[in-house]
């Protein structure tokens, strides 16, 4: 059985094919249509990941698939998963993958808070800030978080950007207990 090392060094060698091709955009992208692809039918990595059914046959059904004229290597490359029987695996791969891409891109990704869904273009907002104040392309994801009372808290790179009012109350407090000799 594989460990989280090893899908890491099936990223980094996916990743050595699309920066070979000067293509890691447009893999991450076909990277990207596989896993709604495995997510919207699960069925579909059970058989990929079959004994019961001969290579020759997971191969033929992989260039089905996985064929992309923009991406050349990425048949041969699901294959390989196929082959050692990791494609089960393939999210973990995926994640690994795009990791590296966006590293490589200057893009950072994270997680905003909040206590309702965000809408598109509330994310886009919160996104346009971050990345004037970090020099970098930000993508986040909406979580929420039924714990905070108000406003917002972004998680990116370790670090959080807390602008929930719990945070701002905590301040406020501190700063009135500074003012006032510790005595609150």
Known sequence: MANRGSYQVYAEALFSLAQEER???EYQSELNKIRDEFESRPDLLNVLSSYA???KSLYELS?????SPTCPSLSGFMKVLISHHLISHFADVEDAFHSLSNESLGIKEGI???TEPLNKEDIA?????????LNSKVYLTNRVDKGL???????IDGKVFD???????????E???KQAGGEL
């Not at 009372?149 to 998680?155: C, R, T």
Request: proline fraction near 0%; glycine fraction near 6%; charged fraction near 35%.
């Open 125 to 133: 907002n919160v996104e346009k800030a971050l990345e004037s104040r």
């Open 112 to 114: 905003v808070y909040s």
């Open 175 to 177: 700063k009135l207990l």
């Open 149 to 155: 009372i108000g406003g917002l808290k972004v998680a």
């Open 53 to 55: 059914i001969d290579k």
């Open 63 to 67: 260039d089905k698939l996985f064929s």
């Open 23 to 25: 293509k890691v955009k």
């Open 163 to 173: 602008g929930s009012i719990e945070n701002r109350v905590e301040a406020l407090r």
